[in-house]
């Protein structure tokens, strides 16, 4: 198997796209798998770097990649040592993130021998279930999308009323992170790009115009999204195959760091259903 990690791509918002690619080197053409990680996420996470290999080893050319304001830099991609880049990461940054990925595999000669354009798919964890579903609508080098314990609506995230009062008053507003102990900035910015692009960003529509296969994977206890909006998903296109895994939580059993050799039962199911789905 070949891995190449880090390679640099840049991005359109002054911040370079930290990418990692899996796949068998056998000069066969492969689908191409983009994966997007979520929220305070990031390509090295957890078992990212596992399931990169199950889906090379299926013979998919598998990508992953750090969006450019997820708070990591290129010295160090896991954690998030850029606080301020963090800060000023918002949906429309993430899209444009994923559309530079897209290109650049369209034009990266150095794996020509090993890609078929003609198949390009996404997977979305988290919040990014969200983003690769609006790319998906938006982008028709897109083939098959993937949904894992993906959120329904960006909208209903933000602070309400005396809270968002507060963040406006204020220019910012932190989460504390449990692992890292930090205290992560949101920039009030992140609101205001949602409102101006409220009609592109509402995941809805997104779900509506689709046309290609679209599978929804959700843990039934998923304790960050929960399960209501596969539901909710899968209601707004009828075609849209939707999976739901028993007793299984948000990362479906796998937690950072992670140290096991093999997948979590849960993501074992989550790779397997995806890879039927996609073959």
């Avoid at 066969?28 to 997007?36: R, V």
């Avoid at 021998?113 to 690769?132: N, Q, W």
Wanted: proline share 3%; net charge positive.
């Amino acid at each position: 198997m070949k891995i190449v990690q880090n390679i640099i791509i840049d991005g359109n918002h002054q911040k370079p796209i930290l990418t990692d690619v899996y796949f068998k080197e056998n000069n066969q053409s492969k689908a191409i798998l983009i994966f997007c990680h979520g929220y305070k996420g990031y390509k090295d996470w957890g078992a990212w770097n596992l399931i990169a290999k199950e889906f090379a080893n299926s013979n998919f050319f598998f990508i992953k990649f750090n969006f450019s304001h997820n708070g990591g830099t290129v010295e160090n991609p896991i954690d998030f040592p850029d606080l301020k880049a963090f800060g000023n990461n918002n949906y429309t940054k993430e899209l444009d993130d994923l559309e530079q990925v897209i290109n650049w595999i369209n034009s990266y000669k150095l794996y020509e021998k090993e890609i078929d354009k003609s198949k390009i798919y996404l997977i979305g964890h988290s919040r990014a279930g969200g983003i690769v579903t609006i790319k998906a609508s938006e982008n028709d080098k897109i083939t098959k999308v993937v949904s894992w314990a993906g959120v329904s609506n960006f909208g209903n995230r933000f602070p309400k009323k005396e809270a968002l009062k507060q963040w406006e008053n204020d220019g910012v507003f932190y989460v504390l992170n449990g692992r890292t102990n930090q205290q992560m900035p949101h920039y009030f910015q992140y609101y205001l790009n949602f409102k101006q692009h409220e009609k592109r960003l509402t995941i809805k529509t997104a779900v509506n115009k689709l046309k290609i296969p679209y599978l929804i994977i959700h843990g039934t206890q998923d304790e960050s999204v929960s399960v209501q909006e596969a539901y909710q998903l899968n209601l707004w296109n009828p075609k849209s195959k939707l999976v739901l895994i028993d007793n299984a939580s948000h990362t479906f059993g796998i937690s950072h760091p992670y140290t096991e050799e093999n997948l979590s039962e849960a993501m074992k199911t989550v790779v397997e259903a995806t890879i039927i789905f996609l073959k």
